[in-house]
């Protein structure tokens, strides 16, 4: 089981839980032994779907039993977040629009405020700039696009690769769809 946010109650008590099975990734415990008296009952819930291969499809999940309208299948947090390549200036944090009153001190991306700019989402490319020794130099017109911002989820991959090489790895084996981006034009 791995660690999760405590918001989550525990499928066989009912408490506050921070352990998720790592089968289904959707159901939650407050301990092991809870997940293993409440094993026979989730068993058939657990892990309904299965992945496959496929030279044309690439990798695919296909349920392994019938699945219920709206039924929750599977619960991951996103390997990684950035703003869209192509943006008008926004927050590197909480992605909300910025007006370039507030740059950060250390890279110069233009950011909300000072608790913006000392969020773990921030730190990425923000120690790679700094290192780089030259602030990035933004000028910041609301609603134009600013085509840097398409280099940020490359330095937060960068970043990544140094501090969590595991979630690198599972990062790296994602399939590019690169042919079919390109066939259809994307």
Not at 2 to 28: D, K, L, P, W
């Amino acid at each position: 089981m791995a660690e999760a946010e405590s918001q989550f109650t525990c499928a066989y008590c009912q408490i506050q839980a921070n352990q998720r099975c790592t089968g289904c990734h959707v159901t939650f415990y407050c301990s092991r032994e809870h997940q293993k008296l409440h094993w026979k009952k989730h068993k058939n819930r657990c892990c309904s779907y299965k992945i496959c291969n496929s030279e044309t499809l690439g990798r695919y999940l296909v349920a392994t039993r019938d699945l219920k309208p709206g039924e929750l299948i599977l619960m991951e947090a996103p390997t990684i977040i950035a703003p869209m390549a192509v943006t008008p200036p926004v927050c590197l944090s909480c992605y909300a629009p910025v007006d370039g009153r507030y740059m950060c001190p250390l890279c110069g991306w233009p950011m909300c405020n000072e608790i913006c700019r000392n969020s773990p989402a921030h730190i990425p490319e923000c120690r790679i700039t700094a290192e780089r020794g030259s602030p990035i130099k933004i000028a910041v017109t609301i609603n134009k696009p600013f085509p840097l911002y398409e280099v940020v989820a490359l330095l937060r991959c960068l970043y990544m690769k140094e501090k969590s090489s595991e979630k690198y790895k599972a990062l790296i084996r994602l399939e590019p769809h690169t042919k079919e981006r390109i066939k259809n034009g994307k």
